[in-house]
């Protein structure tokens, strides 16, 4: 990990991740709230029923997700065609069809809560009804968590993406303020907890809805225009990130069905309680696969063989090693976490949470690999690998283990079931790559089993990152000795290697002096069926050339002429800002 471009990939990735964990952790702080007050003011059964409301509230999660990614794509497919009156009418349907699927939830839930139909759920006749009235409770905000779970995506393309943000602080003082009115003053129990989390939902809708309602919004409703005839592709496209959303939601019925049976409502809150608290420390390795997803999807697109790796070198040699020093943390403090829940260390609740507190992080390791490898497959279209592992990961691993090891270990069963699915799929990651190389992967590189037409071959790219002015000059005559060797005319030869060295000096010329941090430019060229392609990207201040090529300076008719003469001669030069680069992007074309 001694590279340069290794280094630019770790400080991205480092600096991404603190913001995309937060915003993992922000649910999972909503649920601490709630399993305190249903642990310290109402009671066990108020958390066992927490733990039998999870597998619905996964599904629900899973029918967004669906909606969310299939509209994604398909806003992804109108944004490049420019087509924005195509993107109105995809946000008018995502909103319609989230409307009308959390109707149907919220009437199936009440009729089931009203008229205590659980016992799917659960055949514990003091638990059913205290699970139907908190079902009750959680009805009411299901209409407004499936439309503000779709709002995301679409804040983040008007480019207010902190909305969500506020929205979600919002909804963290909102929830612990009801909670203490409902349960603690009114005393509400179990549907005044229910009641509180789903009254916070419509706050946090509301704050990001609001935006929409504005002037400054480009989208707006639109009646009438409702894509009748893209809605199965929409589903189609959405279905695979749904799926093991869906896998859980079985695994968690078939898991809660064997718990109550063992351990009784005492399992059911203990398991609930331990999950509930662990949720806010799943947040970083659910920050570290937000970052990696967004990282692979833009390598995949690049063809870039050496950022692919670098991304599972950064997982490997410093994400693991940082899950490793939070696990002991959480291990160490088991006791004192406990206590938050539950008080009698005699009890068998206690010594159940305790037990989970220390055996259920021992399998976050096995996720962050599972979840990267997951990542990297999914953006490179291998989906046979995705399915298997959502199918192992998902349900029939720890379903297995847990049926298995129930009878003798009672709840601790279900932790080590756990800890066992994430050998099961460590193990799957170094099959698939011993099938796909025809021999046992000895490096991370084999154990991506990246394809063979994957990208260029090495002979026919050049990979450097540059820090100075004089490397700059180096590279751009080695570019030129490249392109020579590679049977490019002379003239073409010297204009990749002066593009190269105008575009990338005036990175390090003007972009490494506007903050005093550490900088360095990632260069590639590769060249492709007679085609010279130029990459450039840096860590520096979002600079769009485009826009100094574009500028006279009247009093100065020599300011950006080397930018200017580039766009002039070059075939064709793309700029994007992504995840916090400037990646330019310059082709000069075969003239034969």
Not at 186 to 191: A, G, V
Not at 405 to 419: D, F, H, S
Not at 477 to 487: D, S, T, V, W, Y
Request: glycine share 8%; with cysteine; proline share 4%.
């Amino acid at each position: 990990m001694n590279s340069k471009n290794t280094q630019m990939i770790t400080k991205l990735m480092f600096r991404l991740l603190p913001v995309q964990a937060v915003l993992a952790a922000i649910g999972s702080i909503n649920g601490i709230v709630s399993g305190f007050f249903a642990a310290n003011y109402v009671g066990i059964d108020a958390m066992s029923a927490v733990s039998l409301y999870g597998p619905l509230s996964m599904f629900i999660g899973a029918v967004g997700t669906m909606i969310t990614g299939g509209c994604a794509v398909i806003c992804g497919k109108y944004l490049g065609q420019n087509r924005n009156d195509k993107l109105q009418d995809v946000f008018s349907f995502d909103i319609l069809l989230s409307a009308v699927i959390s109707l149907f939830f919220t009437v199936l839930f009440l009729f089931m809560g009203v008229f205590r139909k659980t016992g799917l759920f659960t055949s514990d006749p003091v638990l059913r009804p205290v699970f139907s009235r908190y079902l009750i409770g959680q009805a009411i905000g299901i209409l407004p968590m499936i439309l503000a779970n779709q709002l995301p995506a679409f804040l983040t393309m008007e480019n207010r993406g902190r909305r969500t943000l506020t929205a979600s602080l919002v909804y963290i003082a909102v929830n612990l303020v009801l909670n203490y009115v409902f349960v603690q003053l009114l005393s509400l129990q179990e549907f005044g907890l229910a009641l509180a989390s789903s009254l916070g939902m419509w706050v946090f809708f509301a704050v990001q809805a609001q935006y929409f309602f504005s002037s400054r919004s480009h989208l707006k409703m639109r009646p009438g225009h409702f894509m009748k005839d893209e809605c199965l592709e929409i589903f189609k496209v959405g279905l695979p990130g749904a799926a093991t959303y869906m896998y859980m939601t079985v695994r968690g019925l078939a898991v809660n069905n064997m718990i109550g049976s063992a351990c009784g409502s005492a399992g059911l809150s203990a398991f609930a309680a331990a999950n509930n608290l662990l949720g806010f420390f799943w947040a970083i390795p659910g920050g570290m696969q937000a970052v990696s997803r967004l990282m692979f999807s833009v390598s995949v697109g690049e063809e870039d063989r050496q950022t692919l790796t670098d991304i599972m070198r950064v997982m490997f040699f410093r994400y693991l090693p940082l899950m490793g020093a939070v696990i002991v943390l959480i291990i160490a403090g088991a006791p004192l976490l406990t206590q938050l829940y539950f008080h009698d260390p005699s009890s068998d609740v206690y010594r159940m949470m305790t037990d989970g507190l220390r055996i259920l992080p021992l399998c976050m390791p096995f996720s962050i690999i599972a979840a990267h490898f997951v990542l990297y497959r999914q953006a490179a279209g291998q989906q046979t690998f995705v399915h298997i592992m959502s199918l192992l990961d998902g349900v029939i691993s720890v379903t297995l283990f847990s049926a298995l090891l129930i009878k003798p270990l009672g709840l601790n069963a279900v932790y080590i079931a756990n800890v066992l699915n994430g050998i099961v799929t460590t193990l799957y990651v170094i099959l698939y790559a011993w099938k796909a190389n025809r021999h046992m992967p000895r490096s991370i590189e084999d154990l991506m089993a990246i394809p063979e037409d994957f990208g260029v071959p090495e002979t026919d790219r050049i990979d450097i990152s540059v820090t100075t002015k004089q490397e700059v000059v180096t590279l751009a005559e080695n570019i030129q000795k490249f392109c020579l060797e590679k049977g490019v005319d002379e003239k073409r030869a010297y204009i990749a290697g002066l593009a190269m060295e105008e575009m990338a000096g005036n990175v390090i010329s003007h972009g490494f002096t506007k903050d005093t941090k550490r900088h360095s430019v990632d260069t590639r060229v590769v060249y492709k069926d007679g085609s010279i392609t130029l990459r450039i990207r840096d860590d520096c201040i979002p600079f769009n050339p485009e826009e100094r090529a574009e500028m006279i300076d009247e009093e100065d008719p020599l300011r950006n002429i080397g930018i200017r003469m580039i766009y002039r001669i070059m075939d064709d030069i793309e700029y994007q800002n992504l995840l916090g680069l400037n990646i330019l992007t310059i082709r000069l074309c075969d003239r034969g």
